[in-house]
């Protein structure tokens, strides 16, 4: 199969505008013929749900959670990128597109990148006009802070909340329309299949997660908006409930996973420290504004970090990257720390961490004004930790944040299946290799608020759509796949839980395709896989039944998709070989243990399509050309 993007023609800057007035458009009565299925409440689904049904669909909106805003979304803290250039330091829409295809290693579309761009002006009106809190200057204009891999400040936020504040404008604008009767909400519901007729994506099975009942629901076009797989790690920094099951039954429907082993993995979260553990605390990426980074120059050095002078202690950012010092992107600050580690000049009693020193910023700005910015970091990480980053440094260690893989779409956001769009962390998104801090909010909602709302209708009203209801066949196989492999989790009646199983399969894919992978860790990596999961089929236990609220049966659903999906990261791991971003393989590194890409050979999208059981996926790939910028090798010294 040959994947076309569908990237329309003309300059970069005149793409979007042209595809828009070239959609066909519904007739607005005829928006009201149209029922559409949105899977995901988080900053996508959210405001897709809510634009959809303000522009006159059926909208029917499903989350795992017991209210929408409970999304993942709500934990995101830092800000939001927008190209409005307050703060006069010669930001631009260029500009911010250019640091976005350079960050991401340039492993991503121009012409997506470029629209995110110009569309994330548009996304902090839409989200002021609804009553977001953002900071404001002194002169009442929206405040702007730095984030990495930029020089200019152009990062919109709400304190370290801007996640949940985003989140409640659009979960505002969503309960608007579930009052007008557009959007129908199912909340604690997981979606098990898609169901596909002649082609064509036309709905949904669930489970009640409350009663267990399987239910199907019909509709003319569905909308993936379900997150990031990141807790294929087990441990990180996302939501408990995030998970790969959505994108990977879809993906066993014949939706093409895209650039499964790009994984994220942020510098600044705060440190494992015990084997019980089930999830890692993010620090944000704004506090690399003020706090610095750094070891004792010694390996070794136990001091206590007051007791260690200046002199003493190495600032490895600042001193290798001088240009963008503490804010460099995340896959290098990532590496460095790690590196750092290994050459035993870790702190704490593990010695896998690094110190984020306020000192110098509280002397300068005064601690009130440290308060005024992270005062709800610092008590959060007071809180977990019992150490009080006023008086002493955080420690911080690298730890999995975000997926830049998802499921291949084109530019209208629709996968390899008809009517099946895909929107935010779940599809293989904007940021190629590595995503850029604060530009997941901005994706997010520019996917859901001004994307999917035009290129839906193109595609609603250029297809032929047979009626149907949920007497389909269709709907009825999909119904017995769900309830046969419940019964079968449920029968196994093994003797090692869920959760043991997924640390074990967590602690593989950490080890070998975490921040450095080598081929020769990859394939250990993949038979491990292999063997986990078939001692998983066999050993499992699942307690309780399928008739009532269950959750080790919703983990064991999740699980088994993550032990199937770990091996396609793997598989995708071992098939790039270049390092790029946040896929750093130890055999493609230049002379400065950067990653070495290899363009000639890897400028594309990997998309893998599943074909059986236990066979291996099938390659595609989609060649990324660049029209207007040109690639080089990264460097941020
Ligand atoms: C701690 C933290 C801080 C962050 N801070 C920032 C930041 O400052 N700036 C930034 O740009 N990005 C940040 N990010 C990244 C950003 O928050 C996410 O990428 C983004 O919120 C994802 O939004 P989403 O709508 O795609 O998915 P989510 O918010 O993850 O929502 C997924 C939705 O899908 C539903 N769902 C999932 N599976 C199923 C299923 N099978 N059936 C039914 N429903 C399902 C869930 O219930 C949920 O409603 C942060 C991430 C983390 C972890």
Redesign the pocket.
């Known amino acids: 199969m040959q994947l076309d993007a569908k990237i329309p023609g003309g300059s970069l800057s005149e793409k979007w505008d042209r595809h828009r007035f070239e959609l066909k458009l519904v007739n607005p009565a005829n928006k009201r013929k149209f029922d559409i299925i949105v ?8 405001s897709a749900s809510a634009s959809l049904a303000e522009l006159g669909y059926n909208v029917k909106t ?4 017991d209210s ?1 805003r409970r ?3 709500i ?6 990128n927008a190209a409005k250039n307050y703060t006069n330091e010669g930001d631009s829409i260029w500009r911010l597109f250019y640091d976005t295809i350079k960050g991401g290693d340039f492993r991503s579309r121009e012409a997506n990148v470029y629209r995110l761009a110009q569309l994330s002006n548009n996304i902090i009106d839409q989200c002021v006009a609804q009553g977001v809190p953002f900071a404001r200057d002194y002169g009442g204009l929206l405040a702007n802070r730095s984030f990495g891999g930029a020089q200019v400040q152009r990062t919109f936020y709400s304190r370290g909340q ?2 949940q504040q985003l989140l409640l404008g659009a979960y505002s604008a969503l309960m608007r329309q579930v009052a007008a009767g557009k959007v129908k909400m199912f909340p604690r ?3 098990l299949d898609l169901v596909i007729i002649n082609e064509q994506a036309r709905g949904v099975v ?1 489970r009640n997660l409350i009663t267990g009942e399987i239910e199907a629901h019909a509709a003319d076009a569905v909308v993936l ?4 797989y990141g807790n294929v790690y087990y441990l990180s ?3 408990m ?3 790969v ?2 994108s990977y039954r879809v993906f066993k429907k014949g939706a093409f996973f895209a650039n499964p082993c790009f994984t994220q993995i942020h510098p600044t979260c705060i440190p494992v420290h015990g084997t019980y553990q089930s999830k890692l605390t ?1 620090m ?1 990426e704004s506090l690399r504004n003020d706090g610095r980074v750094w070891v004792p120059k010694k390996p070794g050095d136990k001091h206590p970090p007051r007791q260690i002078p200046e002199s003493e202690r190495d600032y490895f950012l600042e001193n290798k990257y001088p240009s963008f010092g503490n804010l460099v992107p995340r896959d290098v600050a990532s590496r460095n720390a790690k590196e750092q580690c290994d050459m035993g000049k870790g702190v704490g009693e593990t010695g896998f961490a690094v110190y984020l020193d306020f000192e110098d910023a509280i002397k300068r700005d005064g601690k009130d004004v440290i308060a005024q910015k992270y005062g709800n970091l610092f008590q959060m990480y007071e809180k977990i930790t019992a150490d009080n980053p006023y008086e002493t440094p955080m420690m911080i260690y690298p730890a999995v ?2 997926t830049m893989g998802g499921l291949w779409v084109d530019y209208n956001l629709m996968s390899t299946i008809d009517g099946l769009f895909v ?4 599809n293989f998104s904007d940021h190629g290799a590595n995503r850029l ?6 994706q ?1 909602l520019a996917d859901g608020y001004f994307i999917i709302p035009y290129t839906i209708g193109g595609y609603l009203v250029g297809s032929e759509l047979q009626d149907i209801t949920t007497d389909h066949p269709s709907f009825k196989e999909s119904i017995h796949e769900a309830n046969s492999r419940i019964k079968k989790l449920l029968s196994i009646n093994g003797k090692r839980t869920v959760d043991d199983f997924h640390k074990e399969l967590g602690h593989i894919i950490w080890e070998y395709c975490g921040m450095t992978r080598n081929d020769e860790g990859l394939k250990k990596a993949q038979r491990l896989i292999r063997n986990l999961r078939e001692e998983f089929w066999g050993n499992v236990i699942v307690p309780g039944s399928k008739e009532e609220f269950n959750q080790s049966l919703e983990r064991a659903g999740r699980v088994a998709d993550f032990l199937e999906f770990g091996e396609l990261m793997i598989i995708d791991a071992l098939e790039r070989k270049e390092s790029c971003g946040g896929h750093f393989n130890e055999a493609y590194q230049t002379e400065e243990n950067e990653a070495k890409r290899d363009d000639e050979n890897f400028c594309h999208v990997t998309a893998w399509e599943f074909v059986e059981e236990d066979k291996e996926p099938v390659f595609h790939k989609e060649s990324l050309v660049f029209e207007n910028v040109e690639l080089t090798q990264r460097s941020y010294k």
């Open positions: 899977v995901g409440t988080g900053l996508a689904g959210g499903f989350c795992i959670q929408p999304a993942h979304s934990a995101a803290q830092g800000g939001i801007t996640g519901r997981e979606m669930v908006s379900t997150g990031g920094t996302m939501a409930a995030s998970n099951s959505a993010l944000s944040h975000y929107m935010g962390e779940a801090g604060a530009s997941a909010l901005m997010g």
